[in-house]
Nanobody, 115 residues
Framework: QVQLVESGGGLVQAGGSLRLSCAASGSIFRVNAMGWYRQAPGKQRELVASITTGGSTNYADSVKGRFTISRDNARITVYLQMNSLKPEDTAVYYC?????????WGQGTQVTVSS
């Protein structure tokens, strides 16, 4: 089992910044990639950014140039730095960990961007 605990969400004005953190614990040796998804009301959950254990990153087109995903050297905490936030970034953000046979999810953290 892998446990994921997110923090860092909140309310920010458009143009502002937030940093999300996701701390992983448990059987983290199984995890080969971690990332962030988001789900806005009435919409499907979508990938925001991901990073593999090798350090390769992937971003949704809508956040490229504004968001940066990173991890600490021990690879047990993943961060999402969000700059130039827009109202359309408002959503619940979920941390995700991918293992060969299972996907793990955090409880979600609300990000609200006011115009």
């Amino acid at each position: 089992q892998v446990q994921l605990v997110e923090s860092g969400g909140g309310l920010v004005q458009a143009g502002g910044s937030l940093r999300l953190s996701c701390a992983a614990s448990g059987s983290i040796f199984r995890v080969n990639a971690m990332g962030w998804y988001r789900q806005a009301p009435g919409k499907q959950r979508e990938l925001v950014a991901s990073i593999t254990t090798g350090g390769s990153t992937n971003y949704a087109d809508s956040v490229k140039g504004r968001f940066t995903i990173s991890r600490d050297n021990a690879r047990i905490t993943v961060y999402l730095q969000m700059n130039s936030l827009k109202p359309e970034d408002t959503a619940v953000y979920y941390c995700h960990a991918r293992a060969p046979l299972y996907n793990y999810w955090g409880q979600g953290t609300q990000v609200t961007v006011s115009s």
